[in-house]
Structure formats: C-alpha cells, structure tokens
C-alpha cells in the first residue's frame, strides 16, 4: 500500500504564497490534491497525470500550480494570492474514481486575511 507523507503548510497572509509537497513510498500515476476545510466536505482541487497534464477546480484555477518529480515520487502545489477561503487541510492521493490509497496526515493551511 503506496503511503503518503504532505508537508510545507503554516500561516500565511492573504495574498501570500506556499508550496505543498507529496512524498509518495513509491511510484504513483495520477494523482491529486484534496482540501477540507473545518466541517466542510472534502475538496479536490487538481488532478495531476502521470504524463504531467494538470486540471484544477475553479475555485483555484490561475493560482495554483501543479507539478510532479517522478524520480522523488513527489508531487507538488504552489498556491498564489492565497485566500481566506484557502484555509484548510491539504492532502494528495489519487483521483476520486481510481482506488484511493490510504489517507496521510495531511498539511495545514491557513491564511489570514
């Protein structure tokens, strides 16, 4: 069972910037960055192929950036003018439709305005 390890969240202010990374124990195809704000559903925000080819949802469209090193097993999300509403917990795995792998811990973002 592939595990996953996210890192590089904290506080930012609005307008600031982050970049989360995905450590993988072991090669991935497609995948996917998730968020969940506090007593909210969970969000998936890009889905990043194994090719490189990137999808973002609306909500973070022109500010996130998607991105992936195969020989790290990492994928990445820099996040731009970061938002209030951007505040959440961060997780990558696979595309909702393919077999998720197990959850990891997450990374926390928040961004105060």
């Known amino acids: 069972q592939v595990q996953l390890v996210e890192s590089g969240g904290g506080l930012v202010q609005a307008g600031g910037s982050l970049r989360l990374s995905c450590v993988a124990s072991?090669?991935?195809?497609?995948m996917a960055w998730y968020r969940q704000a506090r007593g909210k559903q969970r969000e998936m925000v890009a889905i990043?192929?194994?090719?490189?080819?990137?999808n973002y949802g609306d909500s973070v469209k022109g500010r996130f950036t998607a991105s992936r090193d195969d020989a790290k097993n990492t994928v990445y999300l820099q996040m731009s003018s970061l938002k209030p509403e951007d505040t959440a917990v961060y997780y990558c795995?696979?595309?909702?439709?393919?077999?998720?792998?197990?959850w990891g811990q997450g990374t926390q973002v928040t961004v105060s305005s």
């Open positions: 795995n696979a595309p909702y439709g393919m077999k998720l792998h197990d």
């Open positions: 072991e090669s991935i195809n497609d």
């Open positions: 990043i192929s194994g090719s490189g080819r990137v």
